[in-house]
């Protein structure tokens, strides 16, 4: 008998993703067709990650020669690389410890890289001003996420403490939060509105948690993950409102802001609480979220992610900083990352032709992809997407026929899951079930990246339509 | 008012470090100095941190020469680098999702790795079988042995649930019992014995926990962390046969198990266990964790680390899979660093040479400073050192004058801090106070890293012996 029985009720609440058994179908269908076994694609396109390079979109060089260089620096004194690239690696080398990238760093992060975050952020907002001390550098921002929640939740409490979360959302907050004791609240985003964020929706989820958990913050992601919609000013002064009023943190996921398309506009939160003045801006309690595994960057593999907390008690936040020190420095690489993302080359900078020039080839593919997902899907019967304002994903609502959906559930699969696997099996494509990131009862989505080469989106499409042809003959 | 102000009790617990108080110090000494106050030193020696970058020992030139052709791999071909740094940095990028260190990898870490880690782990263990399935990559050690406590602590079990843990210990491991709501239940390592572990005491440990928790593991760190004992095999062997016994799952820190002084050997629990041969080496649940961050390869800053399960029921393997799925991967570059660490180049290789001579010089630095170190202090009155026969620390007994004791109350700082900031402030020497670590009431010793130049430790020995003799001499 094992002496690990009797498991943490937190544990064994964590349920295996949907994804886990698509992805493990993936890897036997690749092995097929390495085995030379015959099927109607030559390889599978996995879309169903947020994940530039793994794409076959390309790094940045600039950025990967810093790296590079702070790693051997011999290769600074080479004539490999730019002479701006050489001083960047110079004087980010200059502030680790003993020059080195392996040497640890404070567990907040580096102190001058820290710094800068901060004058990145007043620049962006605008100029309201951004204390080094509010921010923490952590391995990406999902981990800060549950660090923050950590501090939130408290799972002794009676009743339990809830976090109200959208429906879409991405699957590991929510993860996160049941896995240290705490209740998601839904919200829904209203799809036909464009999946805008609705107040009085947050109004019936507050509702809906009576007698169930405590609340204590609200949780959005701007630009949206998986649904791709960017908030307007108005719906952001129309949350703060809310959460002022209710007593709630605000926890604001902000890692897609530099993926803009359809004539969008990103505003931090941050700024929209600023320009809302006294009493508001002093008191509202805010976490923003941000990450170098996004936005033209796109090193996820390094793993660099940032929060800033805003109006938080003095008292909480020598908390927090505890807490975070007491845990090892993020990835020092991931830390150079995004330093170079919030200072990238400027014009006049020896880097700056090749840099412009691969982001706008990047920009170029996104914003081309974006239009045509919706453009593809919305001709087809029994899809209907959204636009995409933001961020690397799409999410279209897929019309299920009646015969499709007992074909699933007669085989045990949720009837998205089961569109993805006809999909995956029989054209090559993987994408994920909208049931992974939570939708409205009855309806039924599917989610895919767009950050790949134009090349790439337009095979994905070509398949999915004839894919989807097909299968609504077949099942309607 | 904050909506933050209940917070989590086991946040709460979680005490910021005495470490903090002197690391703020020497902050604002080394401001001082740069602004040209005149002291007795020209700088600071930090010897606080197990990081041999920071001290100014080389990082591993064919380690830096892989990874910084990982990351720009336009580097693999040119003329820079030796043809087999050039092919491992193919072999690498070949299994990085899109060829890029950018992507994300399974969660588990990357799968050819994991089966070389697989492969390395048998061969280090003469031979003793490790399945893939069993090993997962993590952002470092601390966090792989974090995720393995928050399944084997039940936040909500009553009584507590709690994990046998040695006096001394690294501070981050009780900080992580505590913050998950587990209670630490100490045993005293042996000084007098050179910091020995005794079954007798275990049991003395096990007996004191009745009526206050639940004890569910045992911690154990070899090499030793911070007391640079090396377990002997009969001695891992009583442990074995205690925790089997008394139903404890093992959990095993070896990170420093390439470190060794003194002729000493390091053989590794899973090792020693299926030497003992069923029902043992069938039913004793162990988790040994090793990392990229110790050793010679010492890259802190790149965050990787594994953990390797034995004997876990499949059921909580499957709810551990679950646990790390939801979890982002751990940085790439700490996975390589991983990789390269466990199959460094060989004779014949084209590094070799370089490699060779490379580890050799730290190798020399280090046997060098573990037997001056001990030589020095055990010279000193007021100083007793035990032989440091592995890891990167030594923990010296220190017997404070009793006047040192009274200004120390006086000061409201314990004894041990009190010694430790009057070497920082008049010999400009930073080490750390026992009592971070743990010690025997009434007992005070200091830690420090021998993981530095020769020069340095002579430099760091010449100033604590200079202080020292002055400060008894003040104040006996």
Redesign the interface.
């Given at each position: 008998m094992?002496?690990?029985?009797?498991?943490?009720?937190?544990?064994?609440s964590?349920?295996?993703?949907e994804y886990?058994i698509l992805a493990r179908r993936l890897k036997m269908i690749r092995k097929e067709l390495r085995q030379g076994e015959r099927k109607p694609y030559k390889e599978v396109l996995d879309v169903s990650?947020g994940?530039?390079?793994?794409?076959?979109l390309k790094?940045l060089?600039f950025v990967?020669?810093v790296?590079?260089?702070c790693?051997?620096p011999q290769?600074i004194k080479?004539s490999?690389f730019p002479v701006d690239v050489k001083q960047r690696a110079q004087r980010l080398l200059r502030e680790?410890?003993?020059?080195?990238?392996?040497?640890?760093?404070a567990t907040a992060g580096i102190h001058e890289i820290v710094q800068r975050i901060s004058e990145f952020i007043t620049r962006r907002d605008g100029g309201v001003p951004c204390s080094p001390e509010n921010i923490f550098i952590s391995?990406?921002s999902?981990?800060s996420i549950g660090n923050i929640l950590?501090?939130?939740?408290?799972?002794?409490?009676s009743p339990r403490t809830g976090v109200i979360t959208p429906v879409p959302n991405h699957s590991?907050t929510n993860?996160?939060i049941m896995?240290l004791?705490g209740v998601v609240v839904p919200y829904y985003l209203n799809e036909e509105q464009g999946w805008q964020l609705q107040v009085e929706e947050l109004q019936r989820a507050l509702d809906s948690a009576k007698g169930q958990c405590n609340p204590?913050?609200l949780f959005v992601t701007n630009p949206g993950n998986p649904a791709g919609q960017v908030q307007s000013r108005k719906s952001m002064q129309d949350v703060i409102r809310f959460v002022s009023e209710k007593?709630?943190?605000l926890l604001a996921d902000e890692v897609y802001q530099d993926l803009l398309y359809e004539n969008s506009e990103f505003v931090s939160y941050k700024r929209v609480l600023a320009e809302m003045g006294p009493p508001l801006s002093d008191t509202v309690?805010l976490a923003s979220f941000h990450s170098a595994s996004k936005g033209f960057i796109?090193?996820?593999?390094?793993?660099g992610g940032y929060v800033e907390l805003v109006n938080?008690?003095p008292?909480?936040m020598k908390?927090i900083h505890?807490?975070f020190?007491?845990?090892?420095?993020?990835?020092?690489?991931?830390q150079l990352a995004l330093d170079l993302m919030i200072n990238p080359p400027q014009p006049g900078d020896p880097s700056y032709p090749l840099y412009h020039k691969e982001v706008e080839h990047i920009r170029t593919a996104l914003i081309h992809n974006a239009k045509r997902v919706r453009e593809v899907l919305n001709s087809l019967p029994g899809f209907s997407c959204q636009p995409v304002e933001g961020g690397s994903f799409v999410f279209p609502r897929l019309f299920l026929p009646a015969k499709a959906i007992q074909q699933a559930e007669e085989m045990g699969m949720k009837p998205d899951t089961f569109y993805c696997m006809r999909l995956l099996e029989e054209a090559g494509v993987l994408v994920l079930p909208g049931s992974e990131y939570g939708q409205k009862e009855g309806t039924h989505h599917i989610r895919f990246c767009i950050m790949s080469p134009q090349e790439t989106m337009e095979e994905v499409l070509r398949r999915i339509t004839s894919f989807h042809t097909q299968f609504m003959r077949d099942l309607s």
């Open positions: 094992s002496v690990l029985q009797e498991l943490s009720q937190n544990v064994k964590i349920k295996p993703l886990e990650f994940d530039l390079h793994m794409s076959g790094p060089s990967r020669q790296l590079a260089a790693l051997y290769l080479s490999t680790c410890a003993g020059g080195s990238v392996g040497s640890y760093t391995p990406g999902q981990w950590k501090i939130l939740l408290n799972s002794e409490a590991t993860s996160s896995s004791g204590i913050a007593r709630l943190f309690e796109a090193e996820c593999g390094l793993r938080v008690d008292t909480v908390h505890t807490m020190s007491t845990d090892t420095c993020a990835p020092v690489l991931g």
